[in-house]
């Protein structure tokens, strides 16, 4: 039951959190922070940015420092604020690390801006799929930058942005 009409709901069967957007039964994981697994300072730091009138909010170096745990409370932060309007986090190993980014960007009401380029990044057919599922629902995203990501997409043909 979602009693704050955020757009969550809890499938027990899949024990985890969703979001569905536009009601038409598609489901994308939710990155929800919980406080009780996730002990960082970045947590308390994020939690209070999702109610702050910050608009723009930019990493260096953010794999040297933030842990899985602390890019799912981030990707909460983003879904949950209603100012942040620019993010920029550079330089992430993986698409799994970015994954609670894009998957919070498509129920984020203030994202205008993302940049998350990466020399290192490489997309694969699922990870797409869920990243522009997610992106397709999002209305307030203007400008969007993936510089230097791979995408392998079909087998034997790779392309780069």
């Given at each position: 039951?979602?009693?704050?009409?955020?757009?969550?709901?809890?499938?027990?069967?899949?024990?985890?959190?969703?979001?569905?957007?536009?009601?038409?039964?598609?489901?994308?994981?939710?990155?929800?922070?919980?406080?009780?697994?996730?002990?960082?300072?970045?947590?308390?730091?994020?939690?209070?940015?999702?109610?702050?009138?910050?608009?723009?909010?930019?990493?260096?170096?953010?794999?040297?420092?933030?842990?899985?745990?602390?890019?799912?409370?981030?990707?909460?932060?983003?879904?949950?604020?209603?100012?942040?309007?620019?993010?920029?986090?550079?330089?992430l190993k993986s698409i799994e690390s970015y994954m609670p980014i894009l998957l919070a960007v498509g129920g984020s009401?203030?994202?205008?801006?993302?940049?998350?380029d990466s020399n290192t990044v490489s997309v694969w057919d699922?990870?797409?799929?869920?990243?522009?599922?997610?992106?397709?629902?999002?209305?307030?995203?203007?400008?969007?930058?993936?510089?230097?990501?791979?995408?392998?997409?079909?087998?034997?043909?790779?392309?780069?942005?």
């Amino acid at each position: 039951m979602d009693h704050l009409n955020t757009g969550t709901k809890l499938l027990p069967v899949s024990r985890g959190y969703y979001f569905i957007p536009g009601g038409k039964g598609q489901r994308l994981p939710l990155p929800l922070c919980i406080s009780g697994q996730h002990k960082s300072v970045f947590h308390d730091l994020f939690c209070s940015i999702a109610n702050s009138p910050l608009q723009s909010l930019t990493f260096l170096y953010p794999s040297l420092y933030l842990s899985v745990g602390d890019l799912v409370c981030l990707g909460d932060c983003v879904r949950r604020s209603k100012h942040l309007t620019r993010l920029k986090l550079p330089n992430l190993k993986s698409i799994e690390s970015y994954m609670p980014i894009l998957l919070a960007v498509g129920g984020s009401n203030a994202i205008q801006t993302l940049r998350i380029d990466s020399n290192t990044v490489s997309v694969w057919d699922k990870a797409f799929q869920l990243a522009v599922t997610s992106l397709r629902h999002n209305s307030t995203l203007r400008t969007l930058s993936l510089a230097h990501w791979t995408f392998d997409l079909q087998v034997g043909v790779r392309n780069s942005v």
